[in-house]
């Protein structure tokens, strides 16, 4: 079984900052590239950014020199800084990983695993 547990989210002013983490725990050989998807109501949900075990980035043209990606391959745990949010980034925030290679009972097993989700909220 493997696990996201997601934290950072709530409610911030305009201009403001805020810095969400997840960390993935469980039966974890390796985690390949992980990223922040985001989805308001109506809406479909979106990707925010992504980040390799590398450490290449991806990031939608709408966060571009503003959100940050990082992640810290020892502790399993992605980052993502967000500066200068603005009302159109309230949002709840998901952390996606999509190639966890577990091992267990001997058998090695990949996995696409999802976060609960964070709320946050930007007010104008």
């Known amino acids: 079984q493997v696990r996201l547990v997601e934290s950072g989210g709530g409610l911030v002013q305009a201009g403001g900052s805020l810095r969400l983490s997840c960390a993935a725990s469980g039966s974890i050989v390796t985690v390949g590239t992980m990223g922040w998807y985001r989805q308001d109501p109506g809406n479909q949900r979106e990707l925010v950014s992504s980040i390799s075990r590398g450490g290449r980035t991806n990031y939608a043209d709408s966060v571009k020199g503003r959100f940050t990606i990082s992640r810290d391959n020892v502790k399993n745990t992605v980052y993502l800084q967000m500066d200068s949010l603005k009302p159109e980034d309230t949002a709840v925030y998901y952390c996606?990983?999509?190639?966890?290679?577990?091992?267990?009972?001997?058998?090695?097993?990949?996995?696409?695993?999802w976060g609960q989700g964070t709320l946050v909220t930007v007010s104008s």
């Open positions: 996606n990983a999509g190639n966890v290679l577990t091992r267990l009972a001997g058998e090695y097993k990949s996995l696409e695993v």
